[in-house]
């Protein structure tokens, strides 16, 4: 099954550090070529936003409230994504969702994770 699994989520205090995982199935990283991965968080009542994004070429780009404070990686022989959350702030809060887009025809256009929820208390 071709799927896209986060996990890393928990609650922390404020000050704190996460690391997030996301696991894609192989068949994605080998086969679907890929165009970048991402980061996005959904908070309550507040639309999905763009935290982080790695490119095929290696670039990385994060929403300015997260710069400093975040740091997004990527091991292709777990076929595996990271995002590594230091110093975390109540605003951090949100299921956090990874998503992997690609541009093979046989493949969907981007593949979604079911997320993992942050909760960063005060």
């Known amino acids: 099954q071709v799927q896209v699994v986060e996990s890393g989520g928990g609650s922390v205090q404020a000050g704190g550090s996460l690391k997030l995982s996301c696991a894609a199935s192989a068949y994605i990283f080998s086969s679907c070529g890929m165009t970048g991965m991402s980061w996005y968080r959904q908070a309550p009542e507040k639309e999905r936003e763009l935290v982080s994004r790695?490119?095929?070429?290696?670039?990385?780009t994060y929403t300015d409230s997260v710069k400093g404070r975040f740091t997004s990686s990527q091991d292709n022989a777990k076929n595996t994504l990271y995002l590594q959350m230091n110093s975390l702030k109540t605003e951090d809060t949100a299921i956090y969702y990874c998503?992997?887009?690609?541009?093979?025809?046989?493949?969907?256009?981007?593949?979604w994770g079911r997320g993992t929820q942050v909760t960063v208390s005060s």
């Open positions: 790695i490119t095929s070429d290696g670039r990385t």
């Open positions: 998503a992997i887009g690609t541009i093979v025809n046989l493949c969907r256009s981007t593949y």
